[in-house]
């Protein structure tokens, strides 16, 4: 929120992070633009102009009011996707970061430590500094959806660095806006999932080669589990220079293909567990430690998860000290709470407090983006094309519902719950050594996060 004398300033937050500041007139112009573009029939009503000064009552109902809109905005396919919505977004973002536009030089690092450096503009969007690096690589054009670009910080205090690889970009909220997405694509950034897709990458030299490096990455770090036996089998396979073999066999071991995130905090099974979260097979792993010391683990698969949502506050700076927060002593919190089908007739809200609770809503939303295109006989070859040109568009149904300012409210829009299937059996934490089942695919729905907030009296 920003505030002069005579203006006001609103904050575009996506996922709880924020995007930019604009001001009525601003919004005002893009509406008009719309409704010239697409006719007055398509475009959502917009808060009309005061004459007089506003109220504090009624600044808060024009906020909602414009959060409304460019919600209806972004969830309609048409004007959602449109180049004059998403160019106003994206221009915003660099008046409000203050960005000039010049060409620079980024190194992106492969997985094997190699980097390959490419010339950019700093207006340049994600899909533009990926497109460049597939070039530089000789990466064929229909594989390039396959891979995508994270921001990696090495350790607590590193630096960060861009690299390339297989499954999904992440962009912290201080990121540079040349590795910005569009915000309101944000949740179709995955590539996926089913490591069955494995087998397209490795036809081509390059993707082979990217896809081995990850896998051989991801081993070292501990994020693929290995015992003594296997790892003899991989150590062989490597010495001779088989690839595909390597990673056929990296692909039968316990955490492939999944995204491990920093301990964080958790209200299940009780308030204040610390837990790893690990996000793959469709679903959230959870390695939880217990008031007891006692280390438990188990699983939430995303086809039972009915929601979810994420959600963003200030808290005080842990000081010893309760007074309200001010610019200098507060630090912002996110949390992602998602609604979990438990038992047959038994829904419950699970929470985890974490800095990448965006990253593991995008997690989800990709999850469920594979899913759907699966389950209605489409190709994901197609979905990736589709991701890396522009947004896939879901059915109305599948829509991403963005939350409201007050989370907690209900949602009168919302349809009753589904009922889910009755063969799904009941989820409980268990010892480590325990495998996971339930793979039924169920008609939920899943939203993400979008808020919009701001104080003014006028309408400048």
């Known amino acids: 929120m920003a505030r002069t004398a005579n203006s006001v300033a609103y904050n575009i ?50 906020r909602e009011q414009l959060e409304k809109y460019m919600q209806a905005v972004r969830q309609d396919p048409l004007l959602g996707a449109s180049e004059m919505f998403n160019s ?30 490419v010339n950019i503009l700093t207006s340049d969007q994600t899909e533009d500094v990926l497109d460049a690096v597939a070039t530089k690589l000789d990466l064929p054009d229909d594989l390039v959806g396959y891979f995508s670009l994270f921001l990696v910080r090495e350790g607590v205090d590193g630096g960060l660095t861009c ?103 958790t209200d299940f099974p009780e308030k204040g567990c610390q837990v790893i979260v690990s996000a793959g097979n469709n679903e959230l792993n959870f390695h939880v430690k217990l008031p007891n010391e006692q280390m438990k683990e188990g699983s939430f698969k995303v086809t039972r998860m009915r929601c979810w949502r994420v959600t963003s506050s ?6 010893g000290t309760t007074n309200p927060c001010s610019s200098s002593k507060c630090e912002v919190k996110l949390e992602l709470a998602f609604e979990y089908l438990m038992s047959k007739d038994r829904l419950q809200w699970v929470t985890i407090t974490s800095q990448q609770a965006i990253m593991m809503s995008i997690c989800l939303q990709s999850m469920v983006d594979e899913l759907m295109v699966k389950k209605s006989g489409g190709s994901i070859k197609k979905m990736l ?76």
């Open 13 to 62: 937050h996506v996922n709880g992070v924020l995007h930019c500041r604009v001001r009525y007139s601003q919004l005002l112009g893009l509406h008009e633009q719309i409704k010239k573009e697409y006719g007055s029939n398509v475009v959502p009503a917009f808060p009309p102009k005061k004459i007089f000064t506003l109220t504090p009552a009624e600044v808060e109902q024009r």
């Open 88 to 117: 106003f977004l994206r221009k915003a973002q660099q008046e409000t970061q203050q960005i000039p536009t010049e060409e620079v030089a980024l190194d992106i690092c492969l997985s094997n430590g190699q980097k390959v450096t």
């Open 163 to 265: 690299s390339l690889l297989r499954s999904l970009v992440f962009n912290l909220p201080n990121a540079p806006p040349l590795l910005t997405p569009n915000p309101f694509q944000a949740e179709n950034c995955a590539s996926y999932w089913d490591m069955a897709y494995d087998a397209d990458v490795m036809d081509n030299r390059v993707g082979l080669n990217l896809l081995y490096a990850q896998t051989v990455s991801d081993i070292e770090r501990g994020w693929i589990l290995v015992n003594k036996d296997q790892h003899r089998q991989l150590k062989s396979l490597q010495e001779k220079g088989s690839k595909k073999e390597f990673i056929h066999l990296g692909q039968t071991l316990k955490y492939y293909g999944y995204i491990k995130f920093d301990p964080c905090i």
């Open 314 to 319: 200030q808290v005080p700076i842990a000081n």
């Open 385 to 460: 094309r589709k991701r890396h040109n522009g947004s896939i568009h879901r059915p109305d149904s599948q829509q991403a519902v963005k939350s409201p300012p007050l989370l907690d409210s209900p949602d009168p829009n919302r349809e009753q719950i589904v009922k889910l299937s009755t063969k799904l059996s009941s989820v409980s934490l268990r010892g480590i050594s325990a495998s996971n089942s339930a793979n039924d695919i169920s008609g939920n729905d899943f939203h993400g996060n979008y808020a919009f907030e701001g104080i003014g009296d006028d309408d400048l």
